[in-house]
């Protein structure tokens, strides 16, 4: 059997792979158990292998899979079941260290109606959270057919002002921090060779001060909203990380991190007039870039999703050393970090009172907590019927620290998740609920556990055109497929 050495500490639940001395197998679909109270009719197979620390995977269409590999910039294409040795696309001059790297993929081969025009009073404000790269500026677009066959990668980038996408600093030791940014890139997707062709840089957001909790899901919406996800760079110095809170009464203008930033690539002005604080940046100067943000306080988040059904987000985050979460993120949601992780009731020295509460913006406490981080990854809704009615748009989870996949169910009001004790009441009688969704300790916990074993751990999870599901799987560089047998 092949082996591959691991080097791996967990940095709280963040996503941070560093030297250590633990040696992971390269699995056998065989070693990843169906929790037997979701029934013995779902079955693990191996779809794909062969790539290098997968983090996000995009279907195109029926028989093509767009998948990122992490360190070596490249994004790989599965076709017809094979992976094939030449990439789509390579990014170069990538800043790969700890958390950095290329990341998030989203993609909608669909059309998409111009829906919400921003005013032009908006182009100042574009340009200055934007910056003034050459290759930001573009035409006019707008027709309902500009989303078309479109890809978007997040990706970290060592940059140079009024430079393009593949610029290469000349001075090799030049490692200043203020080089590197985390950039959303629009691409087309050549179907015809399966390529891609760079076309604009949509987002230029900052990559420092450390090379940690740089988010980087994406995921676009039925309206051609595009979500980016971006934690605080372990740098607590904006309001938006709730610093330093309303008890000093101060205010530090955004930075774009800590937050869910919402913009539509078909809209000539790129910025949604629908976005909750919109308004206030055109008011207030000294707001910058606010107009960007769909939420704020989060301090990590590698997991993004929009319910099929409502257009609701849904997205996960990392704690610091406790409460993992599962969060429902309505329009100005402010998440809470760096004052709340986790409910609110158990943040005994905190309170909604210590945020920094924008107007329009709302506290609310995660839909689900893990008190001992699981390094909580990708959301999923799955979009098929063919495992089970039951799982038909709910939720799939993944984790990084263990290897598991966790299932959620939503109420009728697609805003709770259900006690999985309702649901499965003949299957998990002698389970007790947990009333406070919180999962405590194992035993809580054991319930939402779908299947267990995925030790390359999970990246990454999407529902495929067959109808299966799909989990990318980062140290072993492989692709499952779970269908009903």
Do not use: C
Request: proline share 4%; aromatic share 12%; charged share 20%.
């Amino acid at each position: 059997m092949a082996f591959a050495a691991i080097m791996m500490i967990l940095y709280s639940s963040d996503l941070l792979y560093i030297v250590h001395n633990q040696i992971i197998s390269f699995q056998n679909p065989s070693n990843i158990k169906i929790n037997k109270n979701y029934g013995t009719d779902i079955s693990v197979e191996l779809f794909a292998k062969g790539l290098t620390r997968p983090t996000s995977m995009s279907f195109i269409n029926d028989n093509t899979i767009l998948i990122l590999e992490k360190d070596s910039g490249k994004v790989r294409v599965i076709s017809h079941g094979v992976l094939l040795e030449k990439p789509a696309y390579t990014i170069e001059n990538l800043s790969t260290q700890q958390e950095q790297g290329l990341l998030g993929i989203a993609f909608k081969n669909k059309s998409f109606t111009n829906l919400s025009l921003a005013s032009g009073k908006t182009q100042s404000i574009q340009e200055n959270l934007l910056g003034k790269h050459n290759d930001l500026l573009f035409s006019q677009k707008g027709t309902e057919n500009y989303l078309k066959d479109k890809v978007y990668l997040y990706f970290t980038q060592k940059v140079s002002e009024n430079k393009g996408l593949n610029y290469i600093d000349s001075n090799e030791d030049s490692d200043s921090s203020n080089n590197l940014r985390n950039r959303v890139y629009e691409f087309n997707f050549n179907n015809t060779d399966n390529s891609l062709v760079p076309n604009r840089l949509l987002l230029d957001l900052p990559a420092n001060p450390r090379p940690y909790h740089n988010g980087g899901k994406i995921d676009i919406d039925k309206l051609g909203n595009l979500y980016v996800t971006i934690g605080d760079l372990t740098a607590i110095n904006s309001s938006m990380q709730n610093y330093p809170g309303k008890k000093l009464d101060l205010f530090f203008p955004p930075n774009n991190t800590s937050g869910i930033l919402r913009i539509n690539p078909s809209v000539s002005m790129l910025i949604p007039a629908s976005n909750p604080f919109y308004n206030q940046s055109l008011e207030n100067k000294t707001l910058g870039s606010l107009s960007l943000y769909y939420a704020y306080g989060i301090r990590n988040s590698f997991g993004l999703d929009i319910d099929p059904v409502t257009g609701r987000v849904w997205d996960t985050e990392n704690s610091e050393s406790t409460y993992d979460e599962l969060n429902l993120v309505e329009p100005g949601f402010n998440s809470g970090w760096y004052k709340i992780m986790g409910p609110l009731n158990r943040n005994n020295d905190s309170n909604v009172l210590d945020l920094v509460m924008l107007n329009g913006s709302h506290y609310s406490d995660p839909e689900f907590s893990w008190r001992n981080p699981i390094g909580v990854t990708d959301v999923e809704f799955y979009e098929s019927s063919k495992l089970g009615k039951e799982f038909e748009n709910n939720l799939f989870v993944g984790d990084i620290n263990n290897g598991n996949l966790y299932f959620f169910k939503l109420n009728p009001d697609r805003n709770k998740i259900v006690h999985l004790k309702s649901i499965y009441d003949s299957k998990l009688a002698s389970n007790e609920s947990i009333e406070d969704f919180v999962a405590d300790n194992k035993s809580e916990l054991e319930p939402y556990i779908f299947a267990q074993g995925f030790d390359g751990r999970i990246t990454d999870i999407q529902t495929g055109p067959d109808g299966n599901l799909y989990i990318l799987s980062y140290f072993d560089g492989k692709i499952f497929r779970l269908v009903n047998s």
